[in-house]
């Protein structure tokens, strides 16, 4: 049973570009959260996507935006990327259908680095 | 979401039983109490979590004060693999399944 796949694993973008992350849930679940963790810190919770449409929203401008697709899978993508931005993306799947939801299951992340 | 508050660290020895404490003062009546860890290099991972009462799994044991103003978390025999950061979260149930992360509590094993 595969868990949650994040792709790339790293990235080195330059200040004002534009990039896009990808994460497969685990097998069976429905729901996608997308956190972004600085060195050192905790993670931050950006946006979560349930039926195709975003469902929460944590404090980030909207350069952060996402899209989940039929088959579950879900993209986050940041435009004029900043200095500040470099941190580890954070990929957690759940199952929300039932109305019941305890474990998010997290990806390894994708690494990005601003330059 | 209610704060929560970790010590910055914890040390153990191997094999020992570990106590992991975290207090929640401001918890309200819909909050469930989660522990996720984040071992290096990897994403966080549940551990377990609880409302009221004492929950234990095959990973830990959650231990709620009976107001709910604290918790513990036990690892009955730690081992080097045990190793990271520890996270206590309250997660209202009224409003979703977003998670907001403190600072943790990493946990040092020695050998």
């Known amino acids: 049973d595969a868990g949650v796949t994040q792709s790339p694993t790293h990235l080195i973008k330059t200040r004002g570009q534009q990039v896009t992350l990808r994460c497969s849930p685990k097998?069976?679940?429905?729901?996608v959260s997308w956190y972004q963790q600085a060195l050192g810190q905790g993670p931050q919770f950006i946006f979560q996507?349930?039926?195709?449409?975003?469902?929460q929203r944590g404090n980030f401008p909207d350069r952060f935006s996402g899209h989940q697709f039929p088959n579950y899978s879900s993209e986050l993508n940041v435009n004029a990327l900043l200095l500040g931005d470099s941190a580890l993306y954070l990929c957690?799947?759940?199952?929300?259908?039932?109305?019941?939801?305890?474990?998010?299951?997290f990806g390894p992340g994708t690494r990005l680095t601003v330059t | 979401d209610a704060k929560t508050t970790q010590p910055n660290s914890m040390e153990s020895n191997e094999e020992e039983p570990v106590h992991l404490p975290c207090n929640h003062s401001?918890?309200?009546?819909?909050?469930?109490i989660h522990w996720y860890r984040q071992l290096p290099s990897q994403g966080p991972e549940y551990v377990i979590h609880?409302?009221?009462s004492n929950v234990n799994n095959r990973m830990a044991s959650l231990a709620i004060a009976e107001d709910r103003k604290s918790s513990t978390l036990i690892l009955h025999r730690a081992t080097l693999r045990d190793a990271a950061v520890y996270y206590c979260?309250?997660?209202?149930?009224?409003?979703?399944?977003?998670?907001?992360f403190g600072g943790g509590t990493r946990l040092m094993v020695k050998p």
């Open positions: 097998s069976g679940h429905d729901t």
């Open positions: 979260i309250l997660r209202d149930r009224n409003a979703g399944n977003m998670l907001t």
């Open positions: 996507y349930y039926e195709e449409e975003e469902r």
């Open positions: 401001t918890i309200s009546g819909t909050d469930y």
């Open positions: 957690a799947s759940s199952l929300v259908g039932t109305g019941v939801t305890y474990e998010q299951y």
């Open positions: 609880g409302l009221t």
